[in-house]
Nanobody, 123 residues
Framework: QVQLVESGGGLVQPGGSLRLSCAAS????????MGWYRQPPGKQRELVAT???????NYADSVKGRFTISRDNAKNTVYLQMNSLKPEDTAAYYC?????????????????WGQGTQVTVSS
Protein backbone atom coordinates (compact mmCIF):
# COMPACT_ATOMS: atom_id res chain seq x y z
CA GLN A 1 0.00 0.00 0.00
CA VAL A 2 0.92 3.68 -0.26
CA GLN A 3 0.67 6.39 2.39
CA LEU A 4 1.08 10.15 2.19
CA VAL A 5 1.87 11.84 5.49
CA GLU A 6 1.76 15.63 5.78
CA SER A 7 3.39 17.82 8.40
CA GLY A 8 4.16 21.48 9.06
CA GLY A 9 0.75 23.08 9.51
CA GLY A 10 -0.11 25.37 12.37
CA LEU A 11 -1.12 28.85 13.48
CA VAL A 12 0.75 31.82 12.02
CA GLN A 13 0.23 35.57 11.97
CA PRO A 14 -0.55 37.41 8.74
CA GLY A 15 2.65 38.02 6.80
CA GLY A 16 4.29 34.98 8.32
CA SER A 17 5.63 31.79 6.73
CA LEU A 18 5.11 28.07 7.00
CA ARG A 19 6.61 25.08 5.23
CA LEU A 20 4.49 22.01 4.60
CA SER A 21 6.00 18.60 3.88
CA CYS A 22 4.43 15.44 2.50
CA ALA A 23 6.28 12.14 2.45
CA ALA A 24 5.11 9.15 0.41
CA SER A 25 5.88 5.63 1.55
CA UNK A 26 5.00 2.09 0.59
CA UNK A 27 5.47 -0.10 -2.44
CA UNK A 28 6.26 2.75 -4.83
CA UNK A 29 7.71 2.17 -8.27
CA UNK A 30 7.41 5.75 -9.47
CA UNK A 31 5.87 9.04 -8.32
CA UNK A 32 4.53 11.10 -11.18
CA UNK A 33 2.89 14.47 -10.49
CA MET A 34 2.56 15.72 -6.91
CA GLY A 35 0.57 18.62 -5.61
CA TRP A 36 -1.07 20.54 -2.83
CA TYR A 37 -4.77 21.33 -2.53
CA ARG A 38 -6.65 23.20 0.18
CA GLN A 39 -10.17 23.36 1.51
CA PRO A 40 -11.16 26.58 3.29
CA PRO A 41 -13.94 26.35 5.89
CA GLY A 42 -17.31 25.91 4.18
CA LYS A 43 -15.80 25.82 0.69
CA GLN A 44 -14.78 23.23 -1.88
CA ARG A 45 -11.29 21.82 -2.20
CA GLU A 46 -9.13 23.84 -4.60
CA LEU A 47 -5.79 23.49 -6.33
CA VAL A 48 -2.85 25.30 -4.76
CA ALA A 49 0.15 24.04 -6.73
CA THR A 50 1.42 21.03 -8.66
CA UNK A 51 4.84 19.78 -9.73
CA UNK A 52 5.69 17.13 -12.31
CA UNK A 53 8.37 14.48 -11.94
CA UNK A 54 10.56 16.67 -14.11
CA UNK A 55 10.06 19.72 -11.91
CA UNK A 56 7.56 21.76 -13.93
CA UNK A 57 5.28 23.72 -11.64
CA ASN A 58 1.82 25.22 -11.76
CA TYR A 59 0.20 27.57 -9.23
CA ALA A 60 -3.22 28.96 -8.46
CA ASP A 61 -3.33 32.69 -9.24
CA SER A 62 -4.09 33.44 -5.58
CA VAL A 63 -0.73 32.07 -4.40
CA LYS A 64 1.62 33.00 -7.27
CA GLY A 65 4.65 34.85 -6.02
CA ARG A 66 4.00 33.82 -2.39
CA PHE A 67 4.07 30.00 -2.42
CA THR A 68 6.74 27.69 -3.83
CA ILE A 69 6.29 23.98 -4.46
CA SER A 70 9.32 21.69 -4.67
CA ARG A 71 10.10 18.00 -4.39
CA ASP A 72 12.92 15.70 -3.37
CA ASN A 73 12.60 12.60 -5.51
CA ALA A 74 15.19 10.70 -3.47
CA LYS A 75 13.02 11.16 -0.37
CA ASN A 76 9.63 10.79 -2.13
CA THR A 77 8.71 14.12 -0.56
CA VAL A 78 6.96 17.25 -1.77
CA TYR A 79 7.16 20.62 -0.03
CA LEU A 80 5.12 23.80 -0.01
CA GLN A 81 6.90 26.93 1.17
CA MET A 82 4.27 29.52 2.04
CA ASN A 83 5.34 33.14 2.54
CA SER A 84 3.41 36.37 3.09
CA LEU A 85 0.49 34.39 4.42
CA LYS A 86 -2.95 35.99 4.48
CA PRO A 87 -6.06 35.15 6.52
CA GLU A 88 -7.69 33.87 3.32
CA ASP A 89 -5.00 31.17 3.15
CA THR A 90 -6.60 29.55 6.18
CA ALA A 91 -7.61 26.03 5.17
CA ALA A 92 -6.95 22.35 5.53
CA TYR A 93 -4.09 21.57 3.14
CA TYR A 94 -3.95 18.20 1.42
CA CYS A 95 -1.09 16.50 -0.38
CA UNK A 96 -1.86 14.63 -3.59
CA UNK A 97 0.31 12.30 -5.66
CA UNK A 98 -0.07 10.20 -8.78
CA UNK A 99 1.84 7.03 -7.91
CA UNK A 100 2.69 3.88 -9.79
CA UNK A 101 3.00 0.76 -7.64
CA UNK A 102 4.50 -2.54 -8.62
CA UNK A 103 2.76 -5.67 -7.45
CA UNK A 104 4.20 -8.57 -9.36
CA UNK A 105 3.67 -9.01 -12.19
CA UNK A 106 1.76 -5.77 -12.80
CA UNK A 107 2.11 -2.00 -12.40
CA UNK A 108 -0.81 0.00 -11.01
CA UNK A 109 -1.19 3.79 -11.17
CA UNK A 110 -3.57 5.63 -8.87
CA UNK A 111 -4.20 8.96 -7.17
CA UNK A 112 -3.42 9.20 -3.47
CA TRP A 113 -4.28 11.79 -0.81
CA GLY A 114 -2.83 12.66 2.55
CA GLN A 115 -4.92 13.12 5.66
CA GLY A 116 -4.61 16.90 5.63
CA THR A 117 -2.88 19.47 7.82
CA GLN A 118 -4.52 22.63 9.15
CA VAL A 119 -3.09 26.05 8.38
CA THR A 120 -4.60 28.98 10.27
CA VAL A 121 -3.53 32.56 9.52
CA SER A 122 -4.75 34.90 12.22
CA SER A 123 -3.55 37.68 14.49
Amino acid sequence: QVQLVESGGGLVQPGGSLRLSCAASGSIARINAMGWYRQPPGKQRELVATITSGGSTNYADSVKGRFTISRDNAKNTVYLQMNSLKPEDTAAYYCNADITRYTSPNYYTADYWGQGTQVTVSS
